[in-house]
Structure formats: structure tokens, C-alpha cells
């Protein structure tokens, strides 16, 4: 009777294992699943194939995110369209008053920075700040445009008289001279946010730590 028992039980495991080669690997079921058509008749909707996709979780993007080691990232895309918009709101051949385009600056840096700064992305938002007022420094530059508006200017924002002359005199560029001391000492931080600029790295620290 023992024996039969163990005759029984060996039949069945290998009944089993044979059952389990021939099951469809995870790989298998996985290619199975990718054609859009097969989801289609499955779920009776019509999917969009290129906007459809089945990839690993750090290569997906979902509403402008993806994954990072585990965590919460901007996706590529959502970077490029953000200084996209960035470099529209700060052209520099804008013809309006800094005052009106820093509050339309500001208004879509609130709106974007209040759905975006949930990822983990704190110095990206540093990054960014940064990269934002200097091409702010630049639109200030280029709208003073004679050496003597531009050294005025400096010396009420408190420059010392000689760095004001050599920044007022220069033959750089906007871009260059948005980078020298004088300039950022002038149009500081601070200046700007008395302006109304508002910082990313502010509403990223403001949504995760109230």
C-alpha cells in the first residue's frame, strides 16, 4: 500500500513538471500582450498604438512623470517643454514692461511648479531657478540698452560706481554680461523676488514640507 501511495505521488509530481515546461514562459505572455489589437478586442476599446506602450516602469511616462530608482522624476520631455515655455515668457524682444512679464512669468511657474514639484526633484528646481533669472538679468539688460541707462540703473541698485561703468561700458553680450558679478549684485535674488518672481525651489520646499 505504502508503495502504491508512492507510486501516486511521483506520477503526479511529474505530471505536474511536464504541465509546468509546457506553460508559456513570462517572457512569452508578455509579447502576447503587447500587440494593441490583442488589447483592443480584449478590453473592447480602441488604443492609440503610439501612445499606448508596455516598457519598464523607468523608461514610462504618465501625466509629464516617470521613475527613478524607485522614486517620483520629471520625464525628459516634461523639462523640454517647461524651458520651452520658459524661453517664450522671457524673449527678449517682448515688447512689454518687465513688471507685466514677470507676472505672466510667475503666474505659469506657480501653476506648473504646484502639479510638477511633487517628484523628487529638488535640484532640478535649483537648477532651473537659476537658469530662470538669468534670463531675466538678460530681458533687463537688453531693455536698458544705452551704457548710460545701464550704469544709472546699476548705481541705484547699488553698485559701486566703477563696477557700474564697467559693466555699463562692456561690448559683451547680454548673455555674457547677464554672468558678471556687477550684474547679479544689481539684479540680485532678492531684487528679483521683490519684483515678483517666484522660485521653484520655494514651492517645491512649500509641497513637501508645508
Given at each position: ?14 505530471d ?6 509546457k ?18 478586442r ?11 506602450q ?28 517647461f ?75 547699488k ?30 535674488n ?21
Amino acid at each position: 500500500m505504502n508503495h502504491l501511495e508512492t507510486s501516486e505521488k511521483s506520477l503526479k509530481r511529474d505530471d505536474e513538471l511536464q504541465r509546468e515546461i509546457k506553460r508559456p514562459s513570462n517572457e512569452d505572455l508578455f509579447e502576447q500582450t503587447l500587440s494593441a489589437e490583442n488589447r483592443s478586442r480584449a478590453w473592447k476599446l480602441k488604443i492609440n498604438e503610439e501612445k499606448s506602450q508596455v516598457v519598464p516602469v523607468d523608461q514610462s511616462k504618465f501625466l509629464g512623470f516617470t521613475f527613478n530608482r524607485g522614486k517620483i522624476a520629471w520625464h525628459t520631455k516634461t523639462v523640454e517643454t517647461f524651458k520651452r515655455k520658459v524661453r517664450r515668457l522671457t524673449n527678449r524682444n517682448w515688447g512689454i514692461s518687465m513688471e507685466v512679464q514677470i507676472a505672466k512669468l510667475s503666474q505659469f511657474l506657480r501653476g506648473w511648479g504646484n502639479y510638477f514639484t511633487i517628484a523628487n526633484a529638488y535640484q532640478q528646481c535649483v537648477d532651473l531657478d537659476h537658469w530662470i533669472r538669468r534670463r531675466i538679468r538678460m530681458r533687463y539688460w537688453k531693455q536698458w540698452r544705452k551704457p548710460r541707462t545701464k550704469i544709472k540703473n546699476l548705481l541705484r541698485l547699488k553698485v559701486p560706481l566703477k563696477m557700474a561703468i564697467d559693466c555699463g561700458i562692456t561690448s559683451k553680450g547680454p548673455c555674457r554680461s547677464s554672468k558678471t558679478f556687477g550684474i547679479q549684485l544689481g539684479l540680485s535674488n532678492e531684487f528679483l523676488a521683490t519684483q515678483g518672481l517666484v522660485s521653484l525651489r520655494d514651492i517645491w520646499v512649500a509641497v513637501h514640507y508645508g
